[in-house]
């Protein structure tokens, strides 16, 4: 192991993120690879069809061996470009966080990172329909009004593709049947507590007893900790879930519609007091915006509820 180019992630995990539709167009050892969306780089690891793979054959596809071999060598692998290029200027990448922090025992595919779908129950304003399907109602108000060309043209990010489906996926079907293999799932949305889907599949880990020996991290709006979602919750060996909010009060509900800003707290405030296995370090996320920049003191002082 050469401590200048080592990462955990591809000795332990794959990140299936970029689909359009049910159809997987690229596959990673880590979300961060994927953040280089480029067009050369869009499929940094240049593997063929994937939506054909599962999890478990993207692991031991011989490109993910060529990468682990080459960290393991001191060599830097072009498809983690992005981290090489935080390195050289100074700052401390990704790879440099990427202990293994969920105690995993020996290399393996043992973690999947999947985002699930745009299925959602909020439509924040910093968001994009193929991360809400909710805010379809604003793409049929821009369609309906000439506005669509406008729209995309100042705010590109908003140039809608299709969603991800990948609850429709061979590699969803794969999860299924496969839980005992994968000790710690990583999910997003949409807001994957609201997804009957990602439900289904939390139920499919209680049933055949692997969730006692299961992490789960999900990014989640932190709106649904209902006393159904705790119950289920409970059965999971520990819970380290990443919570979005972005103010509070009037600036909270703004951002975050129709979110009620008492309604999250109180939710939050079940998870802490309700959830037995949750991590004591709670992870807090913003956006920071021109709607929230004034806001943060305020949004800092959550990690005290």
Same mark, same amino acid.
């Given at each position: 192991?050469?401590?200048?180019?080592?990462?955990?992630?591809?000795?332990?995990?794959?990140?299936?993120?970029?689909?359009?539709?049910?159809?997987?167009?690229?596959?990673? =050892?880590?979300?961060?690879?994927?953040?280089?969306?480029?067009?050369?780089?869009?499929?940094?690891?240049?593997?063929?069809? =994937?939506?054909?793979?599962?999890?478990? *054959?993207?692991?031991?596809?011989?490109?993910?061996?060529?990468?682990?071999?080459?960290?393991?060598?001191?060599?830097?692998? =072009?498809?983690?470009?992005?981290?090489?290029?935080?390195?050289? +200027?100074? $700052?401390?990448?990704?790879?440099?966080?990427?202990?293994?922090?969920?105690?995993?025992?020996?290399?393996?595919?043992? $973690?999947?990172?999947?985002?699930?779908?745009? #299925?959602?129950?909020?439509?924040?304003?910093?968001?994009?329909?193929?991360?809400?399907?909710? $805010?379809?109602?604003?793409?049929?108000?821009?369609?309906?009004?000439?506005?669509?060309?406008?729209?995309?043209?100042?705010?590109? +990010?908003?140039?809608?593709?299709? =969603?991800?489906?990948?609850?429709?996926?061979?590699?969803?079907?794969?999860?299924?049947?496969?839980?005992?293999? #994968?000790?710690?799932?990583?999910?997003?949305?949409?807001?994957?507590?609201?997804?009957?889907?990602? #439900?289904?599949?939390?139920?499919?880990?209680?049933?055949?007893?692997?969730?006692?020996?299961?992490?789960?991290?999900?990014?989640?709006?932190?709106?649904?900790?209902?006393?159904?979602?705790?119950?289920?919750?409970?059965?999971?060996?520990?819970?380290?879930?990443?919570?979005?909010?972005?103010?509070?009060?009037?600036?909270?509900?703004?951002?975050?519609?129709?979110?009620?800003?008492?309604?999250?707290?109180?939710?939050?405030?079940?998870? #802490?007091?309700?959830?037995?296995?949750?991590?004591?370090?709670?992870?807090?996320?913003?956006?920071?915006?021109?709607?929230?920049? $004034?806001?943060?003191? *305020?949004?800092?002082?959550?990690?005290?509820?």
């Amino acid at each position: 192991m050469n401590k200048d180019t080592y990462c955990h992630y591809p000795f332990k995990a794959i990140a299936i993120k970029d689909y359009k539709g049910d159809k997987l167009r690229s596959f990673w =050892p880590c979300c961060m690879m994927g953040n280089d969306r480029t067009p050369h780089n869009i499929n940094a690891l240049e593997v063929e069809n =994937p939506h054909l793979l599962n999890p478990q *054959e993207m692991f031991d596809h011989p490109r993910m061996e060529q990468l682990r071999t080459n960290l393991n060598n001191g060599v830097r692998d =072009p498809a983690c470009k992005i981290c090489w290029d935080q390195e050289d +200027r100074g $700052l401390k990448s990704f790879r440099h966080f990427s202990n293994d922090d969920y105690n995993l025992s020996n290399d393996g595919l043992e $973690l999947v990172d999947i985002t699930a779908s745009n #299925i959602c129950n909020l439509r924040c304003r910093m968001c994009s329909p193929s991360s809400s399907n909710l $805010l379809m109602t604003d793409v049929k108000y821009f369609k309906d009004n000439g506005m669509e060309h406008e729209t995309h043209a100042v705010i590109k +990010r908003w140039a809608m593709s299709e =969603p991800s489906r990948a609850t429709e996926s061979l590699q969803w079907d794969w999860l299924l049947e496969n839980t005992h293999k #994968i000790k710690v799932l990583k999910a997003s949305g949409g807001e994957p507590f609201y997804d009957n889907k990602v #439900i289904q599949l939390l139920n499919r880990y209680v049933e055949t007893g692997a969730a006692k020996n299961t992490y789960l991290s999900f990014h989640t709006n932190a709106t649904l900790f209902t006393a159904e979602i705790v119950e289920l919750l409970n059965h999971f060996k520990q819970n380290k879930h990443t919570f979005s909010i972005d103010g509070t009060d009037k600036v909270y509900e703004y951002i975050r519609y129709p979110a009620n800003f008492k309604e999250m707290e109180s939710s939050v405030i079940n998870y #802490i007091k309700n959830v037995k296995n949750y991590d004591p370090i709670l992870n807090f996320t913003m956006v920071v915006s021109a709607h929230n920049v $004034l806001n943060v003191a *305020e949004y800092l002082s959550l990690i005290h509820i």
